[in-house]
């Protein structure tokens, strides 16, 4: 299946399969006629722009989160970093200037929310429940075990939680998000759906 957007996706920063996307792109397609969508780790908007894409099928929404410093491996001197994205007036990663222009040059000013925030702060007091989450956001244990527990709770019965960078072998990837992977299977409030590439969806019970 080939997914139109309204931009080349191609010119748009981030860390996406195609497989993955189109994974994603079904999984908030289906569930977002139940609610709104929140994504952990926006980055330049590539995973939002699919989520955008299948919401506005349903005049949905989707809560884009990120602080927009980039994680421990987008900074300065790590293999991910990307000096384009550095500000060298405040010393630091700045994506959210990246993201906004894509999010407005695909004219889906209306369909996403950013929520420029770390995960803990954004969870404070959140009441809206999620038709699905999707969890791509800082790698380490620390971070990754946060995005959980602040959010996973918030999917709707019947809805998806979707977790980017599952590897089972630390050879091929990061193991924080397979942890978390476990976590949720173990937890018998969610059962999966499917692995897509590194990408693994989850159905809430």
Same mark, same amino acid.
């Given at each position: 299946?080939? $997914?139109?957007l309204p931009i080349d996706i191609s010119n748009v920063k981030g860390f996406l399969a195609d497989d993955e996307a189109e994974a994603l792109y079904q999984a908030a397609l289906e569930a977002s006629s139940r609610g709104p969508v929140l994504e952990i780790g926006s980055y330049c908007g590539k995973s939002t722009l699919y989520l955008a894409a299948a919401c506005?099928?349903?005049?949905?929404?989707?809560?884009?989160?990120?602080? +927009?410093?980039?994680?421990?491996?987008?900074?300065?001197?790590?293999?991910? +970093?990307?000096? /384009?994205?550095?500000?060298?007036?405040?010393?630091?990663?700045?994506?959210? %200037?990246?993201? %906004?222009?894509?999010?407005?040059?695909? =004219?889906?000013?209306? $369909?996403?929310?950013?929520?420029?925030?770390?995960?803990?702060?954004?969870?404070?007091?959140?009441?809206?429940?999620?038709?699905?989450?999707?969890?791509?956001?800082? +790698?380490?244990? /620390?971070?990754?075990?946060? /995005?959980?527990?602040?959010?996973?709770?918030?999917?709707?019965? =019947? =809805?998806?939680?979707? $977790? +980017?960078?599952?590897?089972?072998?630390?050879?091929?990837?990061?193991?924080?998000?397979?942890?978390?992977?476990?976590?949720?299977?173990?937890?018998?409030?969610?059962?999966?759906?499917?692995?897509?590439?590194?990408?693994?969806?989850? %159905?809430?019970?």
């Open positions: 299946m080939t $997914i139109k506005r099928q349903n005049d949905s929404v989707v809560y884009a989160l990120d602080h +927009h410093r980039g994680s421990e491996e987008h900074q300065k001197g790590e293999f991910f +970093h990307d000096p /384009d994205l550095y500000d060298g007036e405040s010393e630091q990663l700045d994506s959210f %200037r990246e993201f %906004r222009k894509n999010i407005s040059a695909a =004219g889906y000013n209306d $369909i996403v929310i950013p929520l420029v925030a770390s995960s803990e702060v954004a969870s404070k007091n959140w009441s809206t429940f999620l038709s699905l989450v999707f969890i791509d956001g800082g +790698h380490s244990l /620390d971070a990754a075990l946060t /995005d959980y527990r602040c959010w996973a709770s918030q999917v709707i019965r =019947g =809805g998806i939680l979707a $977790i +980017h960078d599952i590897f089972k072998e630390a050879s091929e990837g990061g193991q924080a998000p397979y942890t978390i992977w476990q976590m949720a299977l173990n937890s018998g409030l969610f059962e999966e759906i499917k692995l897509v590439n590194s990408l693994g969806l989850l %159905r809430r019970l």
